[in-house]
């Protein structure tokens, strides 16, 4: 399966600011994926990253918020801008290749926002 | 909505005894059910996953048994060791590399 290099894997930003999270596979993949994990919570997707295009946010998801880029088929960034307190969460990045065997998660960004 | 229902939240069991949580789906169209489990840190890894088109599937300790009729299937961990003190999820996905969809997750504690 393919191994994914995440970064930084925790950060405590100031409220207001942002980050940009870097999500770096060691193979071709077909699909990227961006997931929240809030504290003792479950994941919730944030968007697919498409290759080439605009990514496809979720339900309470916006572009404004969370910009997306994935200039390859290797590598994807989420930015978490304009951050509050609540943004504080566990962010992960996930991939998937046709033919593979099955999702794999990177091990995740930890962020604080105070 | 939540599509991928978990039970139970919270489970202890004794070493060397079964561990059992649920998921129950609503998606017929969902085929690919894989449960992840996760520690403190660290992101979900991919225990074990199964298809419609099969019943059961084992690999070591753990077992995947799917009930496509009742839209259920269910992890059992068996001899559950205090290192699978974990969170474990199960998730489900569409055809064609669709992301996944969690459920809420078990939290399991095995004792000694």
């Known amino acids: 399966s393919a191994v994914i290099s995440q970064k930084p894997s925790r950060d405590i930003c100031q409220r207001g600011t942002s980050l940009t999270i870097q999500c770096q596979v060691d193979?071709?993949?077909?699909?990227m994926f961006w997931y929240r994990q809030q504290p003792g919570q479950s994941l919730t997707l944030i968007a697919t990253?498409?290759?080439?295009?605009?990514?496809?946010?979720e339900s309470g998801f916006v572009i404004d918020k969370f910009p997306i880029s994935r200039p390859n088929l290797t590598f994807s960034t989420l930015t978490v801008s304009n951050m509050s307190p609540e943004d504080s969460s566990i962010y992960l990045c996930?991939?998937?290749?046709?033919?593979?065997?099955?999702?794999?998660f990177g091990s995740g960004t930890r962020l604080t926002v105070v | 909505q939540q599509q991928v229902k978990q039970s139970p939240q919270s489970l202890i069991v004794q070493k060397g005894g079964i561990s059992i949580i649920n998921c129950a789906y609503e998606?017929?169209?969902?085929?690919?059910f894989p449960w992840y489990q996760q520690f403190p840190g660290k992101g979900p890894a991919l225990l074990i996953a199964i298809r419609p088109d099969v019943s059961e599937k084992k690999e070591g300790r753990f077992t995947i048994s799917f009930n496509k009729s009742a839209k259920q299937f269910s992890l059992h961990i068996m001899d559950s060791q205090p290192g699978d003190s974990a969170t474990y999820f199960c998730?489900?996905?569409?055809?064609?590399?669709?992301?996944?969809?969690f459920g809420k997750g078990t939290r399991l504690s095995v004792i000694a």
């Open positions: 990253a498409n290759q080439g295009s605009e990514a496809t946010y």
């Open positions: 998606n017929t169209a969902f085929d690919y």
């Open positions: 998730a489900a996905s569409l055809k064609g590399n669709t992301p996944l969809v």
């Open positions: 996930s991939v998937t290749r046709t033919g593979g065997v099955g999702y794999t």
């Open positions: 193979s071709q993949v077909t699909m």
